[in-house]
C-alpha cells in the first residue's frame, strides 16, 4: 500500500502526533499509526475527492479514532501545538514554501518538518530559513522514474551557499547515484537551451543566466560522465 518514498519519509518522523498535509488517500499516517511509530495523525486534503478517499482509507483500517482527517488547505488543518511533526509530501517545491509560509503562525511551537518535494526545492529552503529553521537531514530517492527531495528541518538558523541553496547542503556533500541522475538531465537541458539561443540577440540577459546555472554545475557537482564537463568546458564560452 505504501511506496517506497513514503517509506522513507516515515523513517525521519518522530514524536507521538503528526499532520500529513497534502495526505490524499491518509497512507502514510495509516501506516504511522499501525505500526504503533505514533500515537495520533491528522490527515490534511483540500480536494474533495482524495479527502473522502482518506477518510474511507482511515475508517476501513479500523484508525477513525487515531487519525482525524481534515478538509482545509494548507496547516490551517491543525491547530498551534496540536502535533510534533509535520510532513508535505509529493508537491512541487514552490507549493510547499507556500503553504509554509502562509500557515506560519500554526509554526510557532517548531514542530519537525519533513518535506518532500519533485521539483523547484530551492524555494523550500529558502523558506526555511525565513521560518527559523535549520535542515538536519536531506535525502533522495527515485519511484516511479520522478525524483523526489526529502529534507527534514528543526528548529535553528542556517546560511547557505547558493550552490547548497539550489542543491541542499547535504545532498550537495554526498553525491550519489540517483542525484548524479537528477542533476546530469537538467545539466543537459540547459545546455540545450544555451545552443539555441546562443546567437539570439534578444535572449542575451536569459543566455547570461543560463551561463551563471551552468557555471554552478560545474563548480558544485562531480558528474559521474567525464565527458559531459569537457564538452561544456570546450564549446563554452563566458561572455
Not at 503553504?99 to 530551492?122: C, E, M, V
Not at 536531506?138 to 550552490?163: C, F, N, P, T
Not at 547515484?177 to 539555441?196: A, G, S, V
Request: aromatic share 6%; proline share 3%; charged share 25%.
Amino acid at each position: 500500500m505504501i511506496g517506497n518514498r513514503l517509506l522513507k519519509v516515515a523513517e525521519y518522523v518522530k514524536g507521538e502526533r503528526m499532520a500529513d498535509i497534502g495526505s490524499d488517500h491518509a497512507y502514510l499516517p495509516i501506516h504511522l499509526v499501525s505500526s504503533e511509530q505514533i500515537s495520533y495523525a491528522v490527515a490534511g486534503e483540500i480536494v474533495d475527492g482524495p479527502f473522502q478517499a482518506a477518510a474511507k482509507n482511515v475508517a476501513s483500517h479500523g484508525l477513525s479514532g487515531r487519525i482525524s482527517v481534515r478538509k482545509g488547505s494548507g496547516l490551517e488543518v491543525i491547530e498551534k501545538g496540536e502535533v510534533d511533526c509535520i510532513t508535505i509530501c509529493g508537491m512541487g517545491g514552490p507549493l510547499i514554501s507556500d503553504i509554509l509560509l502562509t500557515g506560519s503562525k500554526k509554526l510557532a511551537d517548531k514542530p519537525r518538518l519533513i518535506l518532500q518535494s519533485n521539483i523547484h526545492s530551492a524555494a523550500v529552503r529558502n523558506a526555511l530559513m525565513k521560518l527559523g529553521y535549520q535542515i538536519i537531514a536531506e535525502d533522495i530517492i527515485k519511484e516511479k522514474k520522478h525524483i523526489y527531495e526529502i529534507m527534514v528541518a528543526e528548529a535553528g538558523e542556517m546560511q547557505l551557499s547558493d550552490a547548497e541553496m539550489k542543491f541542499g547542503p547535504y545532498l550537495l556533500k554526498e553525491q550519489n547515484e540517483t542525484f548524479n541522475e537528477k542533476w546530469q538531465k537538467e545539466y543537459l537541458h540547459l545546455q540545450r537551451i544555451e545552443q539555441t539561443i546562443i546567437d539570439k540577440p534578444a535572449q542575451q540577459e536569459k543566455l547570461q543566466e543560463i551561463e551563471a546555472q551552468l557555471k554552478l554545475y560545474q563548480e558544485a557537482i562531480h558528474f559521474a560522465n567525464q565527458r559531459i564537463t569537457a564538452t561544456d568546458q570546450s564549446s563554452h564560452s563566458v561572455r
